[in-house]
């Protein structure tokens, strides 16, 4: 019964405005990849699955944690940004990605990672945990 009543507190805590961005992104993402052709499904689309999954966990995670494993999570997830940045990067370059695809997910990445860069400040302004 304590688990209920703990799932309903944590049912009323608004989620952090980065991972519900991701969220969205994560979904338009996974429909783009879906359309990439087969011969890019185990090098392209495969990776850029896994670092956009990747990357809603670790928002995730960094929401519920606090003091440094909160701050390693936000460093991880500075990590696994760029390297998605530089894969559809390379994506838009071998026409995976439609120039309109890719300015509409770049713009969504930078957003990100303004987000991304201001909570790992107020991260480290709130010291040890």
Not at 27 to 47: G, M, W, Y
Not at 76 to 91: H, N, Q
Request: charged fraction near 25%; include cysteine; aromatic fraction near 6%.
């Amino acid at each position: 019964m304590a688990e209920l009543h703990q799932d309903r507190a944590a049912a009323t805590v608004p989620l952090a405005p980065l991972f519900v961005l991701w969220e969205g992104l994560t979904a338009d993402l996974l429909e783009r990849t879906a359309k990439f052709p087969k011969a890019s499904r185990f090098t392209f689309t495969q990776r850029v699955e896994n670092l956009v999954i990747d990357l809603l966990e670790l928002f995730a995670a960094a929401q519920w944690t606090s003091g440094a494993l909160k701050r390693e999570h936000l460093r991880a997830s500075d990590e696994k940004l760029l390297r998605l940045r530089v894969l559809l990067r390379l994506c838009h370059t071998r026409r995976l990605l439609d120039h309109g695809g890719y300015e509409h997910v770049a713009r969504s990445l930078d957003e990100a990672g303004r987000m991304l860069g201001g909570w790992r400040r107020h991260a480290a302004a709130a010291g040890p945990s």
